[in-house]
């Protein structure tokens, strides 16, 4: 199975040079060349397997030239030791919770996986590789619990101290081992700068740097998996579902399209973004225009005002849009429709929804999540349907307390993964946002 770049002008490379290139030389996304399809019995075959099963068999449509079948098996096993609950909000709507990761939020599907892959792939080959990212929260925990311990491999994770909450910080400095966090005396504009300008430092000798971050093909298909989990789940497969993905940077999104491309039969999906409406703006005005500086929302990691996935969308659509956000060829404006339900929902309409789906539902929700259960309801509202629908809870409510406690008047249970760290001794180090002394980190810690 080959991947092609979005921008069109790389060759095309097999799935390992896609997940250790990350973005492709031409600043394009890889995306699979062809797409696989389920066998007319596959899906129903897969009805009551375990997550961990279903995962196997959906990653290995595009990973079987990569790692073998056994071997999948295994590393699906290491990945998802965590719960997947779906829960019954009433007899159309339920609510998938991706929260019962090691550091509370979604984000542990992809980088967990993305660890095992990046793991069996060096275990082969000599050195080591180091994996740099600049984090304003929970990516950087993500990906630093995700590679923990994983060998022949290194992670730098570098946050800005005033930007991360305690627990978010926490999350990073209590692992030791084969992650270095470092507070940098900035922001985190000033991080992701630093990181950049590392990757193109030639000076760095034999460090070899890679990123992880959500343009990675790896970040990408294990998001495919629950929404076929959840298909199996609530319609065996059978049946059109409505799915609702809370979005930011439209990587989750992404995993419900491709599931849907693959034959998992799907009504709708329903996209909700915050404030950050670029992409509801663009389904009616047909304009696509980012949102320089990205408004600041309560669902914070989906304060995105350029989707960096959105590329893959318009590609899906059979359109072309560049890294700079320019629609040099347009999608299929009419499928793209048809298929997906663009909908913003202010800061004001989460509150009261998470109120709301609280005292009429029992069911408590965090900013994210119910930016996407508002998105649901908008759609429903508009599109009446018997199908079954499911929203995605993206964090657990425990990460957003004080968010809670004023809305609701209780704090959320802190998960045990969430309160062990407070535990655990905190290690990182401190440097001035300045490259000098950044270059000068690397070689005294990778250099040797
Ligand atoms: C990253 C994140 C999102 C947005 O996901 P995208 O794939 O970027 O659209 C939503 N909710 C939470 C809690 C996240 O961490």
């Not at 929404?227 to 989750?252: D, H, K, M, T, W």
Request: aromatic fraction near 8%; charge should be negative; include cysteine.
């Amino acid at each position: 199975m080959l991947y092609a770049s979005t921008n069109r002008q790389t060759p095309e490379v097999n799935l390992a040079e896609a997940l250790l290139q990350g973005q492709a030389p031409d600043k394009g996304l890889y995306l699979p060349v062809t797409i696989p399809s389920f066998e007319p019995d596959e899906l129903s075959s897969l009805c009551g397997r375990p997550y961990t099963e279903v995962a196997a068999a959906v990653l290995g449509k595009f990973t079987t030239d990569t790692f073998p079948v056994a071997r999948l098996r295994q590393m699906c096993q290491n990945a998802y030791d965590f719960d997947v609950p779906i829960e019954r909000v009433d007899s159309q709507r339920y609510v998938m919770r991706l929260d019962r990761g090691p550091t509370a939020s979604f984000k542990d599907f992809a980088g967990r996986m993305m660890g095992q892959m990046f793991g069996v792939l060096r275990r082969d080959a000599s050195g080591r590789l180091v994996i740099l990212t600049a984090t304003s929260g929970d990516t950087g925990s993500a990906i630093a619990h995700a590679f923990y311990r994983i060998p022949k491999i290194e992670v730098m994770v570098l946050f800005p101290p005033a930007e991360v909450s305690n627990r978010q910080r926490k999350q990073m400095t209590t692992l030791g081992e084969n992650i270095t966090a470092v507070a940098v005396d900035g922001k985190f504009d000033d991080c992701q700068a630093l990181v950049k300008q590392a990757f193109s430092d030639t000076t760095l000798g034999r460090i070899r740097l890679t990123s992880a971050n959500s343009i990675n093909i790896g970040r990408l298909l294990p998001q495919i998996v629950y929404y076929v989990y959840a298909s199996l789940q609530l319609v065996r497969g059978e049946e059109p579902i409505i799915i609702s993905v809370p979005s930011g940077n439209f990587g989750n999104m992404m995993g419900a399209l491709l599931a849907s491309r693959m034959g998992v039969p799907v009504e709708k999906i329903v996209v909700s973004t915050n404030a950050n409406d670029e992409v509801p703006r663009f389904f009616t005005t047909g304009c696509y225009e980012k949102i320089v500086p990205s408004r600041s929302c309560i669902s914070n990691a989906m304060n995105v005002g350029h989707p960096s996935n959105f590329a893959r969308v318009v590609a899906l659509f059979g359109g072309w849009m560049d890294e700079a956000g320019n629609v040099r060829e347009m999608p299929d404006m009419d499928r793209m429709k048809k298929e997906l339900f663009a909908v913003s929902i202010t800061d004001d309409e989460t509150r009261s929804t998470i109120q709301r789906a609280w005292k009429t539902q029992n069911l408590l929700l965090e900013p994210h999540g119910a930016v996407g259960w508002l998105g649901l309801e908008r759609y429903l509202e508009e599109n009446p349907s018997d199908s079954k629908a499911v929203s995605v809870e993206t964090a657990s409510p425990a990460k957003f307390p004080e968010e809670i406690e004023r809305l609701l008047g209780f704090s959320p249970e802190v998960p045990f993964s969430l309160s062990e760290i407070e535990r655990k001794e905190e290690h990182y180090l401190t440097m001035p946002a300045d490259y000098g002394a950044f270059h000068e980190l690397l070689l005294k810690t990778y250099g040797a």
